[in-house]
């Protein structure tokens, strides 16, 4: 499965983005990560691919919601009320769509996901 990402750029704090990423293959789930510089990369928002469940880091919780396009196989995240600590490469991640759909709780852990696309930078400015 192949993952292309895109929509970052620079935003000024409090404004918007929205980040989508297109599989080339089935999967049971996708999510986002983000890695900032100087620090690892950590979850931000995932899904199962069948709409049964989405997670979200406490610190997106309320300005951030992940979706999904069954059609277009792809899944996006829009991105409000952004603040300068959002700035990070955001990387999209699929788990293989001939594995189980993880549990709710599990879809945080990044070796839930098989596969990783190649990151879209996204910069807020104060």
């Known amino acids: 499965v192949q993952l292309q990402a895109s929509g970052g750029g620079l935003v000024q704090a409090g404004g918007s983005l929205r980040l989508s990423c297109a599989a080339s293959?089935?999967?049971?789930?996708m999510g986002w990560f983000r890695q900032a510089p100087g620090k690892d990369r950590e979850f931000v928002a995932a899904l199962r691919w069948n709409g049964s469940g989405t997670r979200y880091a406490d610190s997106v919780k309320g300005r951030f919601t992940i979706s999904r396009d069954r059609s277009e196989n792809s899944v996006y995240l829009e991105m409000n009320r952004l603040v300068p600590e959002d700035t990070a490469v955001y990387y999209c991640?699929?788990?293989?769509?001939?594995?189980?759909?993880?549990?709710?709780?599990?879809?945080?852990?990044?070796?839930?996901?098989?596969?990783w696309g190649q990151g879209t930078q996204v910069t807020v400015s104060s």
């Open positions: 293959g089935r999967s049971t789930a």
């Open positions: 991640a699929a788990r293989d769509g001939s594995k189980n759909y993880p549990i709710t709780s599990q879809l945080q852990n990044q070796d839930v996901y098989d596969y």
